[in-house]
T-cell receptor, first 114, second 110 residues
């Protein structure tokens, strides 16, 4: 068990470009979450999956954001036409289907939009 | 949007002292969790307390929950410089979405 891994750890892009982040959860975890965190704030919920089904999506997530988990394993978060306000840390977490819901986080992908 | 609000926003103490952080939330919950985050890193789960529990201990951590006041507190006893981090409370309602507060930044001076 290598924990939750995220790639890339850092991404610098120009405004208007598309970016994609990948998350590999802990192998036996079937719930996967995406959060966004800006400096000095707590993680903001974006979306979560149970297996391959996307069960909830925050209203914070504009149409420029899309997340997938095609085979119920790894997930991708794509941001199209990035804006400077998208600059943040994007955190992925996974959990089992047990009722406690303890989240295991990756180290995050930091996005800087110039 | 964030459900929880932590208080204080920042806390600076000497090594060996106790640190107390408070969290208030707005809606009914299934459980409340506390997480720790070192600068630039991911979050690490510390402790979970269910809605029908009032107090829980884990090592130097003590968590209390008052559902009537919709509040929780995290006490770290005999703090160490290595406890310097941000601490977040997180609540989970009837579904599986976990909502985080804005956090308390703890600085423990050696």
């Amino acid at each position: 068990d290598t924990g939750v891994s995220q790639d890339p750890r850092h991404k610098i892009t120009k405004r208007g470009q598309n970016v994609t982040f990948r998350c590999d959860p802990i192998s036996e975890h079937n719930r996967l979450y995406w959060y966004r965190q800006t400096l000095g704030q707590g993680p903001e919920f974006l979306t979560y999956f149970q297996n391959e089904a996307q069960l909830e999506k925050s209203r914070l997530l504009s149409d420029r954001f899309s997340a997938e988990r095609p085979k119920g394993s790894f997930s991708t978060l794509e941001i199209q036409r990035t804006e400077q306000g998208d600059s943040a840390m994007y955190l992925c977490a996974s959990s089992t289907t047990g009722d406690t819901g303890e989240l295991f986080f990756g180290e995050g992908s930091r996005l800087t939009v110039l | 949007s964030q459900q929880g609000e932590e208080d204080p926003q920042a806390l600076s103490i000497q090594e060996g002292e106790n640190a107390t952080m408070n969290c208030s939330y707005k809606t009914s919950i299934n459980n409340l969790q506390w997480y720790r985050q070192n600068s630039g890193r991911g979050l690490v789960h510390l402790i979970l307390i269910r809605s029908n529990e009032r107090e829980k201990h884990s090592g130097r951590l003590r968590v209390t929950l008052d559902t009537s006041k919709k509040s929780s507190s995290l006490l770290i006893t005999a703090s160490r410089a290595a406890d310097t981090a941000s601490y977040f409370c997180a609540t989970r309602g009837g579904g599986f979405k976990t909502i985080f507060g804005a956090g308390t930044r703890l600085f423990v001076k050696a």
